[in-house]
């Protein structure tokens, strides 16, 4: 059964939204609050490792019911429903979209298009601890005998990005015997760097890809190969190189043997990917337990996902807050600020799982959409961020929502370390909402000392509106299950939104075009130039690059 085709802009609810909005938009957070003292209580929810505060936000619980309201309309439960009986909701390529089942329990049932694959992803997980354990107990060895030491993850956009994300995220938690590395890059000073660190004796590569024909992967891939060839004979590649891929036939091309292969399935997306083999990396540097852990953390939410009503409903939150802020208040742009150095990826994680599934401009029906659909999403560790672009969340004339993201407890022993790092993450939320008036700024200066023409000069500069959004996600502490629980709390967010955008979430064909033209421009930069096939200015790069190289 296909999802629906509902406008919303066309729901009455939308429209009851945009009367709201011209009643609340002056309206200073700091005043809500003084309006009810529990404010804070009631917009929070707090779940097992997690805790959303979402109560510094231009709303009022008339904004959320409307929210609600609109999100019934257009049929949102209905929507989870069809999601999680894994009907083909990704229509445009005829797949279901199952990421749920990648972490279910193996008593479990979860359907793809009525067929329970709860099993099938258990036995592929087997495969996975059983490999991992042949590392951990030095019984998988490298072709001269040697231990394998350094494990590189080839793979790119889903194939990377989540791996690459919770990987930095659990660094207390690896094992101290092993190194995991990753490469994505098609610039060959990514993998040339990787490399020049390794053992081909004692390195083992992981070629990550859902279709195995991924350029930059296949390109690294092959370079890779040859790397390890220069001593070692084609018999030995077994020994060093795994596949995780839908692409058996590509796989077992590239020479990979098929018993090293770790399988995934099409009705998982590839920017939804990191629970499944793509994460064998992940189970690599942490163990399979911590695995099991983070997917336990993934289950709670998604059960959390599918059974609580949407009032209290944490990822359906996230998206209604963010629909109000895109498509009432005409923000642009999303930040993702954790304050956790070992989360310093998550903003790029995030990107690629927000923007690709979002950031599309053709409605379920088929037509260009009138309002505005996916986020930009942007983003940085803090402190650091503190220091780079925060005078312009503080400051510029773009209103921006942001998302804190705060352990309460660190993962080392440093704690003055923390306690800074929490103070600072508290009070920029502060700060953002409370701001600072002119009548303040005002006494300031002048017990500064300066001069009454020096106050009048500088006051403007220094007042800050304050009234600007924030969600404070608390995490008891970073580990492996509360990770997991984040990550799936993003995943829903991003289906809730696009459900109710009216677009599809699931496919990728944006990303398409790029590809196409570099395969055919790739050719003109060694051969013969085509201009025929380009506009002046592609052609004029192509002639610049041909007499400048010196290659
Ligand atoms: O960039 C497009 C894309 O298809 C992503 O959706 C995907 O995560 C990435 O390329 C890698 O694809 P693959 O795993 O097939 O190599």
Partial sequence: MALPR??????????????????????????????????????????????????????????????????RDLDLEAGIDKLFKGELINETEHRAVMH????????????????????????????????TARLDNKTWKGYTGKDI??????????????????????????????????????????????????????TLFIIASKTFTTIETMTNAHSARSWFLQNATESDIAKHFVAVSTNLPGVVEFGIDPANVFEFWDWVG??????????????????????TSMHEGMHAMDMHFLETPLEKNLPVMLALIGIWYTNFFGSETEAILPYDQNLQFLPSYLQQAAMESNGKMVSRDGVNVEYNTGTILWGGAGTNSQHSFFQLLHQGTRLIPADFILPINPQHKLFHHHDLLVANAIAQCEALMCG???????????????SQDAIDRLTPFKIFNGNRP??????????????????????????????????????????ELGKALAKALEPELTGPSKPELHDPSTNRLVELFKEYKTY
């Avoid at 690896?174 to 760097?193: E, T, Y």
């Avoid at 590839?270 to 695995?291: C, D, H, K, P, Q």
């Avoid at 600072?436 to 300066?450: F, I, N, P, W």
């Avoid at 990550?487 to 696009?498: D, N, Q, S, T």
């Fill in 6 to 71: 509902k406008n919303p802009t066309e729901s009455p609810k939308w429209q009851e939204l945009q009367t709201h909005y011209q009643s609340l938009k002056n309206a200073h957070m700091l005043d809500l609050f003084k309006e009810d003292p529990q404010r804070t209580e009631k917009l929070s929810i707090d779940l097992d490792e997690m805790l959303l505060d979402f109560s510094k936000n231009r709303l009022t619980q008339d904004t959320l019911n409307l929210l609600i309201d609109l999100a």
């Fill in 100 to 131: 749920m089942a990648l972490r279910a329990p193996r008593n479990k049932t979860m359907t793809v298009d009525g067929e329970n694959v709860v099993e099938e992803v258990h036995q592929v997980l087997d495969k996975m601890k059983a490999f």
């Fill in 149 to 202: 030491t350094d494990v590189v993850n080839i793979g790119i956009g889903g194939s990377d990005l989540g791996p690459v994300m919770v990987a930095e995220a659990l660094t207390p938690y690896h094992r101290p015997d092993r190194q995991v590395h990753f490469v994505s890059n098609v610039d060959g000073a990514h993998i040339s760097q990787t490399l020049a660190k390794l053992d081909p004796e004692t």
């Fill in 270 to 291: 590839g920017r939804y990917s990191l629970a499944s083999a793509v994460g064998l990396s992940i189970m690599v540097a942490v163990g399979a337990e911590n695995f």
């Fill in 436 to 450: 600072k008036d002119e009548q303040t700024v005002r006494t300031e200066l002048a017990a500064s000392g300066l």
């Fill in 470 to 511: 924030t969600n404070m996600i608390l995490l008891k502490k970073l580990t492996p299950y509360s990770l997991g629980m984040l990550i799936a709390a993003y995943e829903h967010k991003i289906f809730v939104r696009g459900y109710l955008w009216n677009i599809f979430s699931f496919d990728q064909f944006g990303v």
